[in-house]
């Protein structure tokens, strides 16, 4: 038996995600998820005294304009929360990542997919599983809105 082919220059959607933002830009998103809403002075107080304000100020700016931070104005300064969870941005990296996969094969999604299920089945029986029950799931969800 022929060992399969692997590509090893392919990303995870958590490297895309790590790779995609700077070290501060990942500080204040992981400070974003720990609280509800936050001040650029609150993120400075966490991030500590090595980051000025106004970088921090920049670097919020930059993410709500990116659309991983929201923000409502509270006097004359911004607050603001992470527009997604952690769970789900990396959740839409993936998603999108797949279907450029499906998109770019002319041969339609089915090679994509086959190769989705070896990689699961290599892994884990219980993850080939679990991925038979979110098929059911969605199944039982089209036809339910149908």
């Known amino acids: 038996m022929s060992r399969p082919f692997l590509f090893r220059g392919f990303k ?7 790779n995609g ?8 998103m992981t400070v974003a998820w720990s609280r509800d809403e936050i001040s650029v002075r609150d993120a400075c107080a966490v991030l500590g005294s090595s980051v000025a304000y106004t970088t921090v100020m920049t670097t919020m700016d930059r993410l709500f304009k990116k659309g991983l931070l929201a923000r409502r104005k509270e006097g004359r300064a ?3 929360r992470a527009a997604a969870t952690r769970h789900e941005l990396e959740g839409a990296v993936a998603t999108e990542l797949v279907q450029g996969l ?5 041969s339609g999604p089915l090679p ?15 993850l080939l599983d679990e991925l038979e029950r979110l098929i059911r799931e969605k199944r039982r969800a089209m036809q339910s809105a149908e």
Do not use: N, T
């Open 12 to 18: 995870s959607s958590q490297e895309i995600l790590e």
């Open 21 to 28: 933002l700077g070290a501060l830009e990942r500080e204040v």
């Open 78 to 80: 911004f607050v603001y």
């Open 102 to 106: 499906i998109r770019r094969d002319g």
């Open 112 to 126: 994509v997919l086959s190769s989705l299920v070896d990689a699961v089945s290599d892994r884990d029986r219980a």
